[in-house]
């Protein structure tokens, strides 16, 4: 019986969850769902990802001029959802976001599109635009944003529980909803479409009614859970 007390002390909690160092880079996953990140410079992240830090680090919200008039006005229709805010310094940065699964990908030369609300945190030598695509304002609140990233370094983005990751091919193209789409690779260019049925089905405020279609040579990642956009609220 004491054998089994001592399991649920304080020393053996803390023992199973303190943190280590595991020399994997300027990002380690602390936990499947907590992003460290070895400072010693600059990093990207997601605005309010923050959760701890250790060391000298001064964070900075983005300006919405930094990226040129464009992003200004994009961000107009984004709302906070694109916020990106950077950390400056050197110590232990501690990220994550409402207790999403943590991904990292190391791009080389490559470029690929993650929804402006599953991107947490990037290198600053990746090449970041932030898209909006007016085309489906009218169809979704806002319309739909996205951060299109590009170069070399490391990325990390977020999804609700276990992603699928489906390959497009000509032959076969992937439709998916817009709500469940994390990210695609650079190179496809998602079409916009409405299905009549699906409205006439579930009604006509379903954001069922809008897919992606996914038509070349490429990938797309969709997670199971269907997230509301922060400018379809309210």
């Given at each position: 019986?004491?054998?089994?007390?001592?399991?649920?002390?304080?020393?053996?909690?803390?023992?199973?969850?303190?943190?280590?160092?595991?020399?994997?880079?300027?990002?380690?996953?602390?936990?499947?769902?907590?992003?460290?990140?070895?400072?010693?410079?600059?990093?990207?992240?997601?605005?309010?990802?923050?959760?701890?830090?250790?060391?000298?680090?001064?964070?900075?919200?983005?300006?919405?001029?930094?990226?040129?008039?464009?992003?200004?006005?994009?961000?107009?229709?984004?709302?906070?959802?694109?916020?990106?805010?950077?950390?400056?310094?050197?110590?232990?940065?501690?990220?994550?976001?409402?207790?999403?699964?943590?991904?990292?990908?190391?791009?080389?030369?490559?470029?690929?599109?993650?929804?402006?609300?599953?991107?947490?945190?990037f290198e600053p030598s990746i090449k970041w635009e932030i898209k909006l695509m007016k085309r489906i304002?009218?169809?979704?609140?806002?319309?739909?944003?996205?951060?299109?990233?590009?170069?070399?370094?490391?990325?990390?983005?977020?999804?609700?529980?276990?992603?699928?990751?489906?390959?497009?091919?000509?032959?076969?193209?992937?439709?998916?909803?817009?709500?469940?789409?994390?990210?695609?690779?650079?190179?496809?260019?998602?079409?916009?479409?409405?299905?009549?049925?699906?409205?006439?089905?579930?009604?006509?405020?379903?954001?069922?009614?809008?897919?992606?279609?996914?038509?070349?040579?490429?990938?797309?990642?969709?997670?199971?859970?269907?997230?509301?956009?922060?400018?379809?609220?309210?």
């Open positions: 019986m004491v054998f089994s007390l001592n399991r649920y002390s304080i020393e053996e909690f803390i023992k199973k969850t303190e943190q280590e160092d595991k020399g994997e880079g300027f990002f380690e996953l602390e936990t499947p769902r907590m992003l460290e990140v070895n400072l010693d410079g600059q990093v990207w992240a997601k605005a309010g990802a923050m959760v701890a830090y250790h060391g000298d680090i001064k964070f900075v919200r983005e300006s919405i001029l930094e990226h040129g008039l464009g992003t200004a006005f994009k961000k107009a229709f984004t709302g906070e959802g694109a916020s990106l805010m950077k950390a400056n310094g050197k110590g232990k940065l501690y990220l994550a976001d409402s207790g999403k699964k943590i991904i990292i990908l190391h791009l080389q030369n490559e470029s690929i599109y993650v929804n402006g609300n599953d991107l947490l945190a304002a009218g169809m979704m609140a806002g319309g739909l944003f996205n951060v299109r990233c590009e170069g070399t370094g490391m990325i990390a983005l977020t999804t609700h529980y276990e992603p699928l990751t489906l390959k497009v091919t000509p032959s076969q193209p992937i439709i998916t909803d817009p709500n469940a789409t994390v990210a695609w690779s650079g190179n496809l260019q998602p079409e916009f479409q409405t299905d009549i049925s699906l409205k006439t089905f579930l009604g006509r405020g379903s954001g069922e009614s809008i897919q992606m279609k996914f038509a070349g040579e490429g990938f797309v990642v969709v997670q199971p859970y269907e997230e509301v956009r922060m400018n379809e609220k309210g």
